[in-house]
C-alpha cells in the first residue's frame, strides 16, 4: 500500500452498520454524532469526516487571530466599540 493507505476488516452488521476502527476515528478526530460522508464509486467506498463550513471558517478564524496575536476578549472589546461607532453614527445621520 501507499504511504498513508492502511486497509481495514469490518463487518456488516444489522442495518448497515459497522465500527470504524479507534485508530482510524483518532486519525480523523471523529467523535460520536459526527457527521461522515460516504463517497461511493463503483465498488469502491470512501467514508471522509464531514466538516462543516462552519466547522472550516471557525478554523480558519482561529488560526488567523492566532496569527495575528488577537484574543477573543480582544475581539470582543473591539466589537463594543465598532457597535457604539455604528450607533454614533447612525444618531448624526438620522439628527
Not at 496575536?69 to 472589546?77: K, R, Y
Request: hydrophobic residues 40%; negative net charge; proline residues 2%.
Amino acid at each position: 500500500m501507499e504511504d498513508g493507505a492502511n486497509t481495514y476488516q469490518v463487518r456488516l452488521r444489522d442495518k448497515g452498520q459497522v465500527t470504524i476502527p479507534r485508530g482510524v476515528r483518532e486519525t480523523i478526530n471523529a467523535q460520536e454524532g459526527d457527521i461522515l460522508s460516504l463517497l461511493q464509486i463503483d465498488d469502491l467506498i470512501l467514508i471522509t469526516p464531514k466538516v462543516t463550513r462552519l466547522s472550516a471558517l471557525t478554523e480558519q478564524f482561529t488560526a488567523e487571530m492566532d496569527r495575528a496575536g488577537v484574543s477573543l476578549a480582544d475581539l470582543l472589546e473591539g466589537l463594543a466599540d465598532a457597535r457604539a461607532e455604528i450607533a454614533r453614527e447612525r444618531r448624526e445621520r438620522d439628527a
